[in-house]
C-alpha cells in the first residue's frame, strides 16, 4: 500500500508543481504584455504630439480669443513636460478615456463601442469560413502532396495572398451583386429595412445577425445575412489561404511520424489516422495559426469595410482620418492594437494549455 | 560552353571566385528546374523591362487628358484596355504605374530590411538589457497590425509617395530584427567569432565584418517574400487616398477612381487590379523560389 501511496502523492506533487509553473509562465506572459501595451501607447502619444494639427484650434476654431486659448492650453495640460502629459495619457486610457470625437464632440471610446461590434461579427464570420474550408484542404494537399488537388489548393492559397483585398471585393460585388444579383449590396441591410431597423430591432449587441435573431425579425435577418456574406466570405478567403498553407506543412511533417506509420501498420482506417491521430497533434500549433489570422483580419477589415460600407472599426478610423480627426484615428488604433496583443495572449495561453511540452 | 560548364562544375574549385560562381551556378540550376518560380522571375523582370521602357511602350501619354475619349471599352482600336473618365489610356496608365509601384518598393526593400538588420545584429551580439530594450521596442511595433499604424503614421505626416514609403518602412522592419536576431545567437558563440575577437577585432567591426553576412540569406529570402506585401500595403494606401495623389497613375489610386462607375465601366477598376495581381503574385512565386534554393532547411518541405 505504501509505496503506491507515495506514488500518488509525487504525482500530485509533480502536478502542482507544473500547475504553479504554468501560472508563473502566465503571470510573465501577462506583464511583457503589460509593457507591450505601454510601449503601444508611448508610440500613439509621440504621434499625437508631433502632429501638424494644434488641438487647441481644433475645438475652438479659428476666432478663440487669446484667453480662451490659454485657458484651454492649460486645461488640456499642455504646458506640463512631456512625462507627465504621458503620464495623464496613460492614467486616462486606463480608465477609459480615450479623448474626445473633434468630429461629433462624442467620447472616443463610446463611439468606438458602437462601431467594433460590426468588425467583431463581421471578421469572427470570416475566421469561421476560414477556418471551415482551409484546414480541410490542406489536409487534402498534404495527405497527397504533389497531385493535382495539392496544386490546385497551393495555387488558390497563393492567389489568395496576391490579391488587393479592395479590388477582390470590388470584383465580387460587381459579379455577384451586379451582374448576377446573388448577394446584397454594400452596407448592413437594404435600404429599407435599414429604415425600420432602429424602431423594430433594440440594439443589444450591435452585431446585426444576433440582434436581429433576438427580435425575432427573419426578414431582416435573411436580409442581413445577404449582405454580410460577400465580405466575410472575402476576409474567410484571406484567412483561408494563410491557414490551409500552414495546414498543409504541419500535417506534412505529422504523418512523417513513427506513430503514423505504427498506426497504419496496425490496419487503423487511412481516415482515422489522418483526422484523429495527426489532427490532434496538428491542432497545436494551428491554434497560433488560427489567432494570428484573426488578429490579421481585423485588419484587412480597414480596406474590406471601406468597400462595403461596413459601419465597423477600420471605417470608423479611415474616415476619421480624411477629416483629420486625430483623437478618433489614434482611439481606433488603441483599441486594434490592444485587441490583437489579446488575442495574441490568448493564443499563447491556449497553446500551453494545449500541449504539455510547452509548459 | 561545356568548358565552362566544366569551369563552372569543377568539385575542386581552385579559386574562391570558382567556388562561389560555381555555387550560383548550381543554385541557379535548381532554381531553373521550379516552373512556378520561372514563371516569379518572368513576371519579375517583365516588370523591370516595363518600368524601364515605359515612354517607348506606351502609346499615349500617362497624364494627358482626352476628354472626348472619356470611358472608351476595352479592344477599342488604340485602346486595348479601354480608357478612363479623363480620357487617359489605361494600358499606358499602368505602363507609368509599374515605375511608381517599382520605385515604392526598392524604396521599402533598401530601407526597412537595412534597419531591421542592425538592430537586429546589435541586438543578438551584445545580448543582456541591449537586447531586452530593443527586442521589447521591435514587439511594441510588431503589436500594431501594419496597415493601422501606417494609417496613423500617414495621418501626422501627410498624404504622399515618400511619406507612404517611409510609413511602410516604420512598420516592416521588425520581422527583419527578428530574423537577424536569432541568426545572430547562432554565431555569436562560434570560433570564428571568437578567433576574430581575440584577434583584437572591435564589436563594429565583429558585427559588420562577420555576423551581417551570416543573416544576409535568411533577411534575403523574407525581403523576397515580403515584396508583394510592400506592393498590396502601398496600393491600399493609394486606395484610400493617403498615398500617391492623383494624377499620378498609382495603380491603387486608379482602383478607386475606377470604384465611381464599377457597375457601369468594369475595366476602369479592374485592368489595375489585375496589375496589382500579377506583379504580386510574381513577387511571391519568386520568392517561394528562391527560398527553396537558398534555405536548405526549408527545402524538403
Redo the contacts between chains.
Keep these: 500500500m505504501a509505496p503506491v501511496n507515495s506514488a500518488q502523492s509525487s504525482d500530485a506533487a509533480a502536478q502542482s508543481s507544473a500547475a504553479l509553473r504554468f501560472a508563473s509562465q502566465s503571470a510573465n506572459t501577462l506583464f511583457s504584455l503589460f509593457i507591450t501595451f505601454i510601449g503601444l501607447l508611448a508610440v500613439t502619444f509621440l504621434i499625437s504630439r508631433v502632429i501638424p494639427i494644434d488641438p487647441v484650434t481644433a475645438i475652438l476654431g479659428e476666432r478663440a480669443t487669446g484667453e480662451q486659448i490659454a485657458a484651454l492650453t492649460q486645461k488640456l495640460g499642455l504646458n506640463d513636460p512631456l512625462w507627465k502629459q504621458f503620464g495623464i495619457y496613460v492614467w486616462d486610457v486606463f480608465h477609459g478615456d480615450l479623448g474626445q470625437s473633434v468630429r461629433t464632440r462624442d467620447p472616443v471610446l463610446t463611439e468606438i463601442g458602437r462601431y467594433f461590434p460590426a468588425t467583431l461579427e463581421l471578421s469572427t464570420l470570416g475566421i469561421l469560413i476560414g477556418v471551415i474550408v482551409g484546414i480541410p484542404a490542406g489536409v487534402l494537399g498534404a495527405t497527397k502532396p504533389g497531385s493535382w488537388r495539392d496544386l490546385f489548393v497551393r495555387l488558390v492559397g497563393l492567389m489568395g495572398y496576391s490579391m488587393p483585398v479592395f479590388w477582390l471585393g470590388l470584383m465580387g460585388l460587381l459579379l455577384f451583386y451586379g451582374e448576377l444579383g446573388w448577394v446584397g449590396g454594400p452596407g448592413r441591410l437594404d435600404s429599407m429595412y435599414e429604415m425600420m431597423i432602429d424602431v423594430t430591432v433594440p440594439p443589444v449587441t450591435h452585431m446585426i445577425l444576433i440582434d436581429t435573431a433576438l427580435a425575432g425579425e427573419w426578414d431582416m435577418f435573411w436580409n442581413a445575412l445577404s449582405h454580410i456574406i460577400l465580405p466575410a466570405s472575402l476576409l474567410g478567403y484571406l484567412s483561408m489561404a494563410y491557414i490551409s498553407r500552414m495546414t498543409r506543412s504541419f500535417m506534412m511533417n505529422e504523418l512523417g511520424q513513427e506513430y503514423i506509420t505504427t498506426a497504419r501498420v496496425k490496419g487503423m482506417p487511412e481516415r482515422r489516422v489522418v483526422w484523429v491521430h495527426a489532427m490532434r497533434n496538428v491542432a497545436v500549433p494551428l491554434i497560433t495559426v488560427v489567432a494570428l489570422s484573426y488578429a490579421y483580419l481585423l485588419e484587412g477589415a480597414v480596406l474590406t469595410e471601406t468597400i462595403f460600407a461596413w459601419p465597423g472599426l477600420g471605417r470608423y478610423i479611415t474616415d476619421a482620418l480624411l477629416v483629420a480627426d486625430m483623437p478618433a484615428v489614434l482611439g481606433g488604433t488603441i483599441v486594434v492594437g490592444a485587441v490583437y496583443i489579446g488575442i495574441n495572449m490568448l493564443s499563447d495561453f491556449l497553446y500551453r494549455l494545449a500541449d504539455p511540452r510547452a509548459r | 560552353m561545356t568548358t565552362l560548364n566544366a569551369w563552372l562544375l569543377d568539385p575542386n574549385p581552385k579559386s574562391r571566385l570558382q567556388s562561389r560562381v560555381g555555387q550560383t551556378w548550381l543554385s541557379w540550376l535548381r532554381f531553373r528546374r521550379n516552373p512556378l518560380a520561372m514563371i516569379g522571375l518572368g513576371i519579375s523582370v517583365a516588370l523591370i523591362f516595363m518600368s524601364i521602357f515605359a515612354p517607348l511602350l506606351a502609346p499615349y501619354d500617362p497624364i494627358v487628358q482626352s476628354l472626348p475619349d472619356r470611358l472608351l471599352p476595352p479592344l477599342t482600336p488604340g485602346h486595348w484596355m479601354g480608357t478612363d473618365d479623363f480620357g487617359r489610356d489605361i494600358y499606358s496608365r499602368l505602363l507609368y504605374g509599374s515605375r511608381i509601384t517599382l520605385y515604392i518598393v526598392m524604396l521599402v526593400i533598401l530601407t526597412a530590411p537595412v534597419v531591421g538588420l542592425i538592430i537586429g545584429t546589435v541586438a543578438g551580439y551584445f545580448g543582456g538589457w541591449v537586447d531586452a530594450v530593443l527586442m521589447?521596442?521591435t514587439?511594441?511595433?510588431l503589436?500594431?497590425?501594419?496597415?493601422?499604424?501606417a494609417?496613423?503614421?500617414?495621418?501626422?505626416l501627410?498624404p504622399g509617395m515618400v511619406n507612404a514609403v517611409l510609413a511602410i518602412a516604420i512598420t516592416s522592419w521588425p520581422p527583419y530584427a527578428r530574423v537577424a536576431r536569432a541568426e545572430t545567437l547562432t554565431v555569436r558563440n562560434s570560433d570564428y567569432i571568437a578567433a576574430t575577437r581575440l584577434q583584437g577585432a572591435s564589436a563594429l567591426r565583429l558585427i559588420w565584418g562577420h555576423v551581417m553576412p551570416m543573416c544576409l540569406p535568411s533577411v534575403i529570402i523574407r525581403v523576397t517574400l515580403d515584396m508583394?506585401g510592400v506592393i498590396?500595403t502601398a496600393?491600399?494606401l493609394g486606395?484610400?487616398?493617403?498615398g500617391v495623389q492623383p494624377p499620378l497613375p498609382e495603380w491603387?489610386l486608379m482602383?478607386s477612381a475606377g470604384?465611381k462607375f464599377?457597375?457601369e465601366q468594369?475595366w476602369v477598376?479592374?485592368m489595375?487590379?489585375l496589375a496589382?495581381?500579377i506583379v504580386?503574385?510574381g513577387f511571391?512565386?519568386l520568392g517561394?523560389g528562391l527560398r527553396d534554393v537558398l534555405d536548405p532547411r526549408s527545402a524538403g518541405?
Design positions: 521589447r521596442i514587439d511594441v511595433f503589436a500594431f497590425p501594419k496597415l493601422i499604424l494609417l496613423a503614421l500617414v495621418a501626422v501627410g508583394a498590396l496600393a491600399g486606395f484610400l487616398g493617403l491603387g482602383i470604384r464599377l457597375f468594369w477598376a479592374t489595375p487590379g496589382i495581381f504580386s503574385l511571391n512565386l517561394d518541405k
